[in-house]
């Protein structure tokens, strides 16, 4: 991943801007360390920060075509590239090994149509200058792995924006917005246009296909894989919890079936990574003697990776909580709580040479893995909360996994929100997802996973490679991230938002703050800390709170241990 910034039809001299334009984007070159590039044409500008992982040899940007008429910057992965270049009609001449240059050469041949066949996570903007008047067209992936904003002045608005992050508008615009995933922008009517159009995108609609356990396990083995293509060195995002540590026991068995055999130049994937790295490094953080810590510690044993524990203090997580608000921009309570430790080992793992991961994020919300989906009322509203969650990833864990990781130059990728293996597992009926106090939250994707499961469908090969994981860690109950590094860690934070708020402050919040109005000190104080970093009114607008469902009888607090069912609630 990289950071892209990018201004279409400058309303004043775009040559005089350049500098500014190269500094807006020097703000967000924590995603992209390794190279800058710029491009100025018919009045817009083009700036990438470059993030290598595929390509390093030759996939500088922004990329263009032969005689220039496009110009393209994106931030991403796009896992089928190898697949899209056997699909051009065309010949064309690529000028680099990067897997984002084929985006170019698809739409130069088709267009916006382009955006429904790209398979990865991506934010792109794209001049295009074959004609008189120049088209700009940007978009997103579907589910919003990657971050993009867009940006207006209100007294200019032929001026498009567009930014990896808030940081890099924040001065300019004073109309800023989160760019819709699963859309594009075309500038030739100055619409947003939706591609991403799965059947199970409706709330209302319930699925109604019966759970097929090894359809499941198949689909999130074959999202794995296709994750592995890099050429720098990578690992696993270890908690120890069930989504982490299966995502990493089925990399490290993809991984040894990849160094096994040999490349075939039939595969439509790329699986460099695990030729050239085969040996699985996992990393996990927490308090001293977090429960986290222990699992990891037992999962990483068990699948034999190179594991790497980090520990942090309390006042070194209450240090950060300034910075990580800056890079996250956000003031939702949920999201700095957990970010704030995977910050903190995004850094230390970068230290360590990787430069890509592979994380858990998705499954709760695909799988109503929350534990206050125990209190849904039935069926049909447990599964349209999921789809609703699965709507607003971009809004908290897909924005912390890129943000709080990127700040580092760190590249996290998320199997579970590969688009096809959430055509299978968005599309069984809730009946099958269901939890209640005889049975734990994500049985279905546990049981798709577990040997002793009868009808989970395991072929004589999978079972001769024995458990995928330990029993036990299997079916350990959930953790939120910010629960799991150390119960004490959010306690900390409360304690020190209670010192630093008064009850007079917090009596006169609905004046400070007329606008989503904080409730507790702890939103109170990361409210002010926010604003310290971005006063402007207009980057209020991209904020979302995480809560849990109150009207279902839940806790309001979005701490795991805030519901009653948590074996220590409190």
């Keep these: 991943m990289c950071g892209i910034f990018a201004v279409y039809n400058y309303y004043g001299d775009v040559g005089e801007f350049r500098q500014r334009a190269l500094e807006l984007s020097k703000r967000i070159r924590h995603r992209g360390p390794d190279w800058s590039g710029c491009i100025i044409a018919d009045n817009s500008i083009v700036c990438h920060e470059r993030l290598a992982i595929v390509g390093i040899d030759t996939g500088a940007q922004p990329l263009t075509n032969e005689d220039e008429t496009l110009i393209l910057t994106v931030n991403g992965e796009i896992y089928n590239h190898k697949k899209l270049e056997g699909e051009l009609k065309q010949p064309a001449k690529f000028k680099t090994h990067s897997d984002c240059e084929v985006i170019l050469h698809t739409y130069n041949e088709i267009g916006t149509d382009v955006c429904a066949k790209l398979d990865g996570m991506f934010s792109w903007a794209l001049l295009d200058r074959r004609s008189e008047k120049s088209r700009f067209v940007a978009a997103r992936d579907p589910i919003g792995i990657t971050t993009l904003y867009i940006g207006r002045v209100s007294a200019h608005p032929e001026t498009v924006f567009i930014s990896s992050e808030l940081k890099s508008l924040n001065e300019e615009c004073d109309?800023?917005?989160?760019?819709?995933?699963g859309h594009y922008f075309d500038s030739a009517d100055g619409q947003f246009h939706r591609y991403f159009k799965p059947d199970w995108w409706a709330p209302e609609r319930i699925a109604v296909n019966p759970v097929d356990y090894r359809q499941l396990r198949e689909s999130l083995t074959a999202a794995v894989r296709k994750r592995l293509m890099t050429e720098v060195p990578y690992g696993v995002l270890l908690s120890g919890g069930l989504d982490s540590s299966l995502i990493s026991s089925i990399a490290v068995r993809e991984a040894h079936r990849i160094s096994a055999n040999a490349q075939s130049d039939g595969e439509d994937i790329d699986t460099r990574g695990a030729r050239y790295y085969p040996r699985m490094h996992s990393f996990s953080v927490g308090l001293p003697g977090a429960p986290d810590l222990i699992a990891a510690r037992k999962v990483a044993k068990f699948l034999k990776t190179a594991h790497h524990e980090f520990t942090y203090t309390i006042q070194e997580g209450l240090d950060a909580v300034s910075d990580v608000?800056?890079?996250?921009?956000t003031y939702d309570v949920t999201t700095i709580r957990a970010s704030t430790p995977m910050y903190l080992m995004s850094r230390k793992i970068k230290s360590t040479g990787v430069k890509m991961v592979l994380s858990g994020e998705g499954s709760d919300e695909v799988f109503g893995g929350y534990l206050y989906?125990?209190?849904a009322p039935n069926a049909d509203d447990f599964h349209s909360e999921t789809v609703k969650r699965v709507h607003n990833l971009h809004t908290s864990d897909c924005l912390r996994a890129n943000k709080s990781t990127m700040a580092w130059g760190l590249e996290a990728r998320v199997p579970f929100l590969d688009k096809e293996f959430l055509q299978v597992a968005m599309n069984i009926r809730p009946q099958d997802k269901l939890c209640s106090k005889d049975l734990m939250e994500k049985a279905i994707i546990r049981r798709a996973f577990d040997v002793e499961f009868a009808d989970a469908g395991f072929t004589a090969e999978e079972?001769?490679?024995g458990p995928y994981l330990p029993h036990d860690v299997l079916w350990r109950q959930k953790e939120q991230f910010s629960d799991g590094v150390g119960?004490?860690?959010i306690d900390s934070l409360k304690d020190w938002a209670n010192s630093r708020v008064s009850d007079e402050a917090m009596a006169g919040a609905k004046e400070r703050f007329p606008y989503d109005t904080p409730e507790t000190k702890e939103a109170y104080f990361y409210r002010e800390m926010f604003e310290q970093h971005f006063p402007?009114?207009?980057?209020?607008?991209?904020?979302?709170?995480?809560?849990?469902?109150?009207?279902?009888?839940?806790?309001?607090?979005p701490s795991g241990r805030a519901q009653k069912i948590h074996e220590k609630a409190y």
Aim: glycine share 2%; net charge negative; charged share 20%.
């Design 487 to 489: 119960y004490s860690w």
């Design 463 to 465: 079972l001769a490679q």
């Design 175 to 181: 109309q800023i917005d989160e760019f819709p995933p």
């Design 536 to 557: 402007q009114k207009a980057c209020l607008s991209s904020v979302v709170r995480w809560v849990p469902r109150t009207d279902w009888g839940c806790s309001a607090d």
């Design 373 to 375: 989906f125990h209190y």
């Design 325 to 329: 608000i800056y890079h996250l921009e």
